[in-house]
């Protein structure tokens, strides 16, 4: 069966953004071999990404107008965006999803196709642990605390146990780390 | 020089101990070579401990009775207590530091011997990681999540940017990272 990969980059501290959204703390170790292998999995690991309202917004004023090979690949992945105040999506191979987001991943789960990602968001990324619907973690710590931020995790109804299934070290100094649930 | 060496356990999502100051969630993952890790640096590498007040009254009520090899080497080092309300010290080797912590740390870094750890108390690591005062951080991240609790870092000054300096997996899933600032 498909799984809900998240893929993300964290803090040491457990953030995915500064408290104003800020990405610019990733860029300092954000290794070339880093962005290969995220290209690779967008490749051929995945054909389909989830996204809360605020990441969908970013992503659709950024990629569509772009050439990279990782634009190509993004633009090509079918992209369900959660959000109940979205009414049309300009981006293509995009479709809302206004229901449930657990029935919503159930049946996309029992669809054919390969992995389903979620890449960005911390809102929607809480959500899905919270309620237990994402089959692995792969996220990449890198080296820098920002004391205070958006956490990847909250409000969880108890503590999440997992395994861990490999990391890597790239040269900067950034380790990606696998774990499925426990 | 000496150096002041932070060896903590931390969560995935940045805490060192839970809501009420668990430390429980380590356990399942805490493997025999970590152990064997802690007590070689215990051994070689430190002389001299840095408590707060909730971390020496809890290790003071538990191992100046016990004998194993790490009590043994726990209650032979010498303890400087951060703390401004208690009179006075019952555990053998430890003196209470009343005055500022950055001159205190100052001081004892001028003295010869190994290298100075602090190894538990939220509220004491996270002051002197706000004041720039630790050289070297020695995380071993276990895979557990727990959505919230006592965070290592806390109200930093700025993002504190690090390098890494290795890496090493343990057999239950915990990683060991060693971090320096950058």
Same mark, same amino acid.
């Given at each position: 069966m498909r799984k809900v990969i998240l893929g993300m980059n964290v803090t040491l501290d457990g953030y995915v953004?500064?408290?104003?959204?800020?990405?610019?703390?990733?860029?300092?170790?954000?290794?070339?071999?880093?962005?290969?292998r995220i290209i690779e999995y967008l490749r051929n690991d995945v054909d389909t990404i989830l996204l809360g309202r605020v990441?969908?917004?970013?992503q659709a004023a950024?990629?569509?107008?772009?050439?990279s090979e990782m634009a190509t690949l993004l633009n090509g992945c079918d992209k369900v965006v959660f959000s109940k105040t979205l009414d049309t @999506?300009?981006?293509?191979? $995009? /479709? &809302?999803a206004t229901g449930d987001?657990?029935?919503?991943?159930?049946?996309?789960?029992?669809?054919?196709g390969k992995n389903i990602t979620v890449?960005?968001?911390?809102? @929607?990324?809480?959500?899905? $642990? /919270? &309620?237990g619907l994402i089959d692995e973690y792969n996220l990449?710590?890198?080296?820098?605390?920002?004391?205070?931020?958006?956490?990847?995790f909250k409000d969880l109804p108890a503590p999440l146990n997992l395994k861990l299934v490999s990391t890597r070290t790239f040269d900067t100094g950034a380790v990606a780390h696998i774990y499925q649930p426990a």
């Amino acid at each position: 069966m498909r799984k809900v990969i998240l893929g993300m980059n964290v803090t040491l501290d457990g953030y995915v953004a500064g408290p104003n959204g800020e990405i610019d703390w990733a860029f300092r170790t954000m290794d070339p071999a880093q962005m290969e292998r995220i290209i690779e999995y967008l490749r051929n690991d995945v054909d389909t990404i989830l996204l809360g309202r605020v990441a969908y917004l970013q992503q659709a004023a950024s990629w569509p107008t772009q050439t990279s090979e990782m634009a190509t690949l993004l633009n090509g992945c079918d992209k369900v965006v959660f959000s109940k105040t979205l009414d049309t @999506l300009e981006w293509n191979n $995009s /479709r &809302l999803a206004t229901g449930d987001a657990a029935e919503e991943i159930a049946r996309l789960k029992q669809q054919p196709g390969k992995n389903i990602t979620v890449t960005g968001g911390a809102t @929607l990324a809480q959500s899905l $642990s /919270r &309620l237990g619907l994402i089959d692995e973690y792969n996220l990449t710590i890198h080296p820098v605390v920002l004391g205070n931020g958006m956490p990847l995790f909250k409000d969880l109804p108890a503590p999440l146990n997992l395994k861990l299934v490999s990391t890597r070290t790239f040269d900067t100094g950034a380790v990606a780390h696998i774990y499925q649930p426990a």
